[in-house]
């Protein structure tokens, strides 16, 4: 079985300010994608970037980028001039890859992102 | 652009009955999922459906659960006999075809509370 493990529950940057949110994750599986998802007051998942495990180059989505270290396991966030509308929870998760498109998502605690005006 | 829906937005049952969560999604993906999040925890996975049959199913979807995809636009989610635990935000989700993005789509979430 996967976990992921988010070790910062909340975090408060100031408006134009980059922030990096932490993600590790611990899984046996050799092919696998992570993805950030985030989740407003409204509660609605929005995705905002995946990685796929077995690309070394780092996805970017516009002021979103990942920092994605495959041997330690860790997958962080990074939001460049970061915007009011940032203000968030962001879930870090895990889907294993086995060919199909039936796998569940694994999904970590979250990290409560507030930006600041 | 497509989205997944969610009806209803929020249901109030009593401890024991029934009820079905309804979602459509988007119409030319082909596999879907269910999560639910009981409040301030994070998201855990129920169950994915293909091809008219469960693929994988969590710890969590127990007896108490099932799913259905009734017609060609539905997929259902049924709690029989709900218990004061049942009480979470439910999201379905949506993927294309494998081989395609495999990003999955989710919809605005049912608020299920059981008293």
């Known amino acids: 079985a996967q976990t992921v493990t988010q070790s910062q529950p909340e975090m408060s940057v100031q408006e134009a300010e980059t922030v990096t949110l932490s993600c590790t994750y611990d899984t046996s599986e050799s092919n696998y994608y992570l993805f950030w998802y985030k989740q407003p007051p409204s509660r609605q998942m929005i995705l905002v970037i995946r990685?796929?495990?077995?690309?070394?180059q780092n996805a970017t989505e516009n002021r979103f980028s990942v920092n994605f270290q495959k041997a330690a396991k860790s997958f962080s966030l990074k939001i460049s001039d970061s915007q009011l509308g940032d203000t968030a929870m962001y879930f870090c998760a895990f889907m294993k890859h086995e060919g199909g498109g039936a796998d569940g998502l694994t999904f970590g605690k979250g990290t409560h992102l507030i930006i600041q005006p | 652009e497509p989205e997944v829906t969610q009806t209803p937005s929020h249901q109030v049952t009593q401890m024991g009955q029934e009820v079905i969560l309804r979602c459509v999604p988007i119409s030319n993906h082909l596999y879907f999922y269910w999560y639910r999040q009981i409040l301030g925890q994070k998201v855990e996975f129920l169950v994915s459906?293909?091809?008219?049959?469960?693929?994988?199913k969590s710890e969590i979807f127990d007896d108490q659960f099932s799913v259905e995809r009734p017609d060609g636009s539905n997929f259902t989610l049924k709690i029989r006999s709900t218990k004061l635990e049942d009480s979470a935000m439910y999201f379905c989700?949506?993927?294309?075809?494998?081989?395609?993005?495999?990003?999955?789509?989710f919809g605005p979430g049912t608020r299920l509370t059981v008293t």
């Open positions: 990685q796929e495990a077995y690309k070394q």
């Open positions: 989700a949506s993927s294309p075809l494998a081989g395609g993005p495999i990003e999955q789509y």
């Open positions: 459906f293909y091809n008219n049959e469960i693929s994988e």
